[in-house]
């Protein structure tokens, strides 16, 4: 077992011991995380990777864990969570028509959305309503029906676990649907820079607020999730195989298959992951047995059985 303790004495930021994941997830599920490490700076990741590598430990970066299920067992390597910190907001340039802004990977993309609100800016409309951090909505490739983070992004900072740190254009990070080839589980993403057109207020708000309303009316936003548990398939949306396999409504515990959003898995209380996981197991086979389409994840799953 590696000495926690020392990650303590050589890095500025939080270093807390044996927290439920729970807390930190949006799912609130979950075991405890032996050492969950949030850095003040970049000194802290680099810090931080060399104690990793010193002790030949793994580790995972997080962000809200709002894309995250962690098994009852808990994580027994070290987590690097980036929420709460790394969330500055800054204007890189700007002419007539284009204003170009670096965002920390630890600002809540919610606030970034309200920044491009406030400001008049477009292109983050699409993303209004997914909770999360910009480094996790990078990493995820976040996004609705109407676009994704990727249409927008310029470049993208990240720190290696050789503890290089690399700026990648957006063509070069190969993002895809809800996935981004460069990175691997031990990149940290740090920041990246966004290019967003000047526009009209009024109009952004419109737009926002258009998309609100759908996610409102689909998803069940009044129970704890991870949003939707399954890629979609080409051509078809995940629900509705779901749906059709009978999934809706059908529950595990405290865990089910939301009437309202069959994709999404909502905690109605005292889940367990084991709930949740059962859960995903019974959603994969059912649809393959009525389909013979195999469903991939979209949430992450981690952690200890
Ligand atoms: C109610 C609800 C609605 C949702 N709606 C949508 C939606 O419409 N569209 C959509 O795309 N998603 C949606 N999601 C899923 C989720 O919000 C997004 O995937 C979000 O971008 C995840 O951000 P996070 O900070 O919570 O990442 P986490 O859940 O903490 O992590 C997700 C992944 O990113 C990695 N990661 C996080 N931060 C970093 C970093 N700084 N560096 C390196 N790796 C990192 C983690 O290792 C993990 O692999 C929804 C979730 C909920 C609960």
Not at 234 to 245: M, T, V, Y
Not at 274 to 298: P, R, W
Request: proline fraction near 3%; hydrophobic fraction near 35%; charge should be positive.
């Amino acid at each position: 077992m590696p000495d926690f303790n020392e990650v303590k004495s050589i890095v500025k930021g939080d270093v807390l011991f044996d927290v439920p994941m729970k807390e930190y997830t949006s799912m609130q599920v979950g075991g405890l995380c032996a050492c969950m490490v949030t850095p003040r700076d970049e000194d802290d990741i680099f810090k931080f990777i060399d104690w990793a590598k010193r002790n030949e430990q793994r580790y995972f970066v997080i962000g809200s864990g709002t894309n995250l299920i962690v098994r009852d067992g808990g994580i027994k390597n070290p987590v690097l969570r980036m929420k709460g910190t790394f969330d500055s907001v800054e204007v890189v340039s700007e002419d007539e028509s284009v204003l170009r802004i670096r965002a920390g990977a630890g600002k809540p993309l919610a606030e970034l959305v309200k920044y491009c609100e406030e400001n008049g800016l477009s292109g983050m409309e699409p993303l209004a309503g997914i909770p999360g951090t910009t480094g996790g909505a990078i990493v995820m490739n976040a996004g609705t029906g109407h676009g994704t983070l990727s249409d927008i992004v310029e470049t993208v900072t990240f720190i290696e676990r050789t503890g290089k740190t690399r700026t990648l254009n957006k063509k070069a990070m190969g993002f895809g649907y809800r996935t981004c080839k460069e990175l691997s589980s031990s990149s940290i993403v740090v920041s990246a820079v966004f290019n967003l057109r000047k526009s009209d207020k009024a109009a952004v708000s419109k737009k926002i607020a258009a998309v609100l309303k759908e996610k409102t009316q689909s998803q069940p936003l009044n129970y704890p999730s991870s949003g939707s548990i399954f890629k979609n398939p080409s051509r078809i949306k995940a629900w509705k195989l779901l749906d059709e396999a009978g999934m809706r409504g059908v529950r595990v515990r405290g865990a089910k298959y939301s009437e309202l959003h069959t994709n999404f898995i909502v905690n109605t209380g005292n889940a367990r992951a084991e709930d949740v996981l059962t859960l995903i197991d019974a959603g994969i086979e059912k649809v393959k047995e009525k389909t013979k389409v195999k469903l991939e994840l979209e949430v992450v799953i981690i952690g200890e059985q």
